[in-house]
């Protein structure tokens, strides 16, 4: 049987945090990225449409190859001499929804595929984990719906959990904002009351979304380790939170490091949006705007 030499993988953006679990929360959404990873031709050749056509790498320090080689090098399988990589981007760069992610998964999974590797899904985090530094995103984009992720000395832990499908809208506002400068300014340490706040809040958001109960979801999200820090760096962030909930958001929440956030509805309702616009507007930052919802898939191939 001629052997596999190429594969196409489907990868979800994803947010992580969801205002108190930070590090340890990831959540699918419907918003997909496709990566066609093709043994053939000599050298690296990669065509990126979408998202981050202009400004991606497109050489072997591409993320999508970095993820695809580290698996390989891992498992010692030759890098093969010509490799060709198509993206149809639709997640955006650089925003909170997970296009890094996205990216190692999608090379790890091609790797696996392509080469048959016996790797568990857990040894396909742990390598994503080398290259990406926090679990909670590739996790989510692996698994597909709500992810807790924690960490047993050097082995990830993770559990998928069944939640009720939920609408959401993003707002991505054109600030310059990397993960690494985001968590440059957290502090070091945090009061034990700081801790009993996202701690109760973490399981209070869990059980919401499990039953579907959203009384308390907005105090659920509520966070103390990471937002209050974040947000000043935002201009019309925390007001195009508060924005989102007079317009009946039942749950808002900067979208991993930002500068995306995000805002839960039950019903679609355009009002959410148009509020968070004027929020931004307000600071005349430019601002995309995006409906979504949760996705109960994770990554795939087709
Ligand atoms: N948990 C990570 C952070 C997610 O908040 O820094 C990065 O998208």
């Known amino acids: 049987m001629a052997e596999k030499t190429f594969v196409t993988v489907h990868v979800p953006a994803t947010t992580a945090n969801l205002g108190p679990g930070f590090d340890c929360l990831g959540l699918a959404l419907d918003l997909w990225n496709e990566v066609t990873v093709s043994l053939e031709g000599q050298g690296i050749n990669i065509e990126i449409q979408g998202e981050g056509q202009e400004t991606l790498a ?3 320090s591409n993320l999508i190859f970095q993820a695809f080689s580290l698996a390989a090098r891992k498992f010692g399988v030759d890098i093969p001499k010509g490799i060709s990589i198509v993206c149809r981007n639709r997640i955006p760069i650089s925003s909170g929804l997970g296009s890094s ?3 190692i998964i999608a090379g790890l999974i091609a790797a696996r595929s392509l080469f048959s590797l016996n790797m568990s899904d857990q040894q396909l985090l742990e390598i994503g984990l080398e290259l990406e530094g926090h679990a909670d995103n590739i996790a989510a984009c692996l ?3 709500l992810v807790i992720v924690i960490k047993d000395g050097e ?5 998928k959990i069944k939640i009720n499908h939920i609408l959401a809208t993003i707002a991505l506002p054109q600030v310059q904002l990397s993960t690494r400068q985001a968590r440059k300014v957290l502090p070091d ?3 034990r009351q700081d801790a009993v706040f996202n701690i109760g809040r973490t399981a209070a958001l869990i059980s919401a979304l499990i039953s579907g109960d959203y009384t308390y979801l ?3 999200m509520e966070d103390r380790i990471h937002q209050p820090y974040r947000l000043g760096l935002i201009p019309g962030a925390q007001a ?3 924005a989102a909930y007079e317009a009946g958001a039942l749950g808002a929440a900067l979208s991993g490091a930002g500068p995306s956030l995000i805002a839960f509805h039950s019903t679609a309702d355009n009002r959410i949006l148009i509020e968070m616009q004027k929020s931004f507007d307000q600071e005349k930052i430019p601002v995309r705007l995006f409906s979504t919802s949760t996705i109960d898939a994770g990554a795939y191939i087709k």
């Open 101 to 103: 992610s996205s990216a």
């Open 218 to 220: 907005r105090s659920s």
């Open 240 to 242: 195009a939170l508060d």
């Open 189 to 191: 340490q945090y009061s």
């Open 58 to 60: 497109k050489d072997d």
């Open 155 to 159: 082995a990830l832990i993770t559990q």
């Open 143 to 145: 698994l597909g719906g």
